[in-house]
């Protein structure tokens, strides 16, 4: 049993490259979540989907794009690498409702230089 | 103001005695509330859920108030293991629609020496 899980674990890009960033989960979870973690920011939501074909905007969006074409999977873009997005970046899945917590993937520690 | 907030510590706390810590969170509207543990360079687990009534799971306790809003863990004889950062947790939306969003504080760190 897998959870979730998160491809590359490790990235560095040059400004301006681009990137995806795979998430898959094995738990059949309606929900999925993209973070990002800075140290003295905490954990912030950039992108979410409540479902297959869903996607929705997040606390810190700008610079990501993501799709959910299969249910088990949540890929998550960056069109033009900047280095404030320098950053370890943890998708998350839950089921529906709002007393189920989250199941987080490794991370992916990314360095845009 | 942030939604979520606790202090960032660090706890450092001698192997075998008991450490607390509060978070406090702005949306009354709130419904669910966690406890994460996340280790250094490792991604947030789910420590345990937080109830009304308060809750126990071994040697930690967790209590929710609401009428101040905040909740608090508190952690018994202390284990070398308990060194971690604690993330509060709270739900930001019950609307299907929203999915189900969590507001996560900064965390506490906690620090346990022998």
């Known amino acids: 049993n897998a959870g979730v899980t998160q491809t590359p674990k490790f990235r560095v890009l040059k400004t301006g490259q681009s990137m995806t960033l795979l998430c898959a989960q094995d738990?059949?979870?309606?929900?999925m979540y993209w973070y990002r973690q800075d140290p003295g920011m905490g954990l912030r939501l950039i992108h979410y989907?409540?479902?297959?074909?869903?996607?929705a905007k997040g606390e810190v969006p700008d610079g990501y794009n993501v799709s959910r074409l299969k249910k088990q999977n949540f890929l998550l873009g960056l069109e033009s690498a900047a280095p404030s997005q320098t950053s370890v970046y943890f998708c998350?899945?839950?089921?529906?409702?709002?007393?189920?917590?989250?199941?987080f993937g490794s991370g992916t520690r990314l360095t845009v230089v | 103001r942030k939604e979520v907030e606790q202090d960032p510590g660090p706890f450092n706390v001698p192997e075998g005695a008991t450490v607390a810590f509060n978070c406090t969170y702005s949306?009354?509207?709130?419904?669910?509330f966690f406890w994460y543990r996340q280790d250094c360079r490792k991604e947030p687990k789910l420590l345990m859920s937080?109830?009304?009534s308060g809750n126990e799971d071994g040697r930690f306790t967790a209590q929710l108030n609401r009428a101040s809003q905040y909740i608090s863990l508190l952690i018994r004889d202390s284990k070398l293991s308990d060194s971690a950062t604690y993330l509060c947790?709270?739900?930001?939306?019950?609307?299907?629609?929203?999915?189900?969003?969590?507001?996560f504080g900064g965390g506490t760190r906690v620090l346990v020496k022998p």
């Open positions: 998350a899945s839950s089921r529906t409702g709002e007393y189920y917590g989250y199941t």
């Open positions: 738990m059949n979870h309606e929900y």
């Open positions: 989907s409540v479902g297959e074909g869903t996607t």
């Open positions: 949306n009354s509207a709130s419904q669910s």
């Open positions: 937080v109830y009304s």
């Open positions: 947790v709270v739900s930001e939306s019950m609307i299907k629609a929203a999915g189900n969003k969590l507001t």
